[in-house]
């Protein structure tokens, strides 16, 4: 509108101008064109004002558009959230469905392993009894030996221990056999007279004899290797107890150990002659030691 006027008076001037007829004075005609230069001017600086307010709303715009879209974002993440924990209540209360089940199949597991403990306890119990009486035993059967065989024969050797659930006698080899061979010496027949004493007074026991030997090989007409001296050895002293002695052979066990297993160092005469040794093991019948298991024996 503004701009229209400033078109028409121009218009209105140049008529003026051109026909001289006007009342109006040139001066005044310049003075409106004045004031509708200054009306131009001010249009436009509040259009340019406008401009400026209207990039800002639209920024604004912009920024509450974005804003609304991430409220819409955390509202949909909030749905889910409570999707989620719906199912997990759900999950929970069959869960503690499940547990009142497991707690009575727990409960039920709980008394039977309880009387299975009495029961193992029981055993125990069994096998202490069992235990301290074979101790008690065999404690009574070593000092028998140690007393028995402590006359006449020198300690470095004879040896007598109770070792877990047996009794052993070691014996050297210089006291048992010649040397390098599985012949028995005369001085033997005094020791193992007396062990056959205590085993033909012992039905209860079984004897075992083991041969051991040193590291120095060895090869004879009659001998092929340590192995094969220390099993004669051991074969020797059984012929004795049976042959001699009178001991049942159903008693008596033969074995050779040969140079392993030994109780001192080998790189020393001293050594050495440690490992030469035959080793009696009186053991309990088995049967004995399932009598002492017997469940009806089981103490209260």
Known sequence: MKTFKLILSVGIIAMLASSCASKKSLETVRL??????NDFRRSQSELENCNIKYTKLTGEKESLQGQLANRVDQIQDLKDQII???KQRENQITQVGDLTVLSK????NIGNTIKQL?????????IQAAKSKTDSLNLALAIN?????????EDDDIEVKVDKTVVYVNLSDKMLYTSGSAIITPRADEVLSKIAQIIKSRPDLDLMVEGY?????????????????????ATS???????KYGVNPDKLIAAGRGEYNTL???????????????RIILLPKLGQFYELLDPSKMPN
Do not use: F, H
Not at 105 to 108: G, I
Not at 237 to 243: G, P, S
């Open 264 to 278: 001192a160092d080998n790189a020393t005469a001293e050594g050495k002659a440690i490992n030469r040794r035959t």
């Open 118 to 126: 009495e029961q193992k306890d029981k055993y125990i119990k069994l």
């Open 145 to 153: 030996l140690k007393s028995v065989l402590a006359k006449g024969v």
């Open 237 to 243: 002293v059984v012929r004795a107890l049976q042959n």
């Open 84 to 86: 989620d924990l719906k």
């Open 105 to 108: 199949t727990a409960n039920d």
């Open 213 to 233: 030997t040193d590291n120095t090989p060895i090869r004879t007409s009659c001998i092929d290797d340590n192995w094969d001296l220390s099993v004669k050895r």
């Open 32 to 37: 409106e064109l004045d004031d509708v230069t």
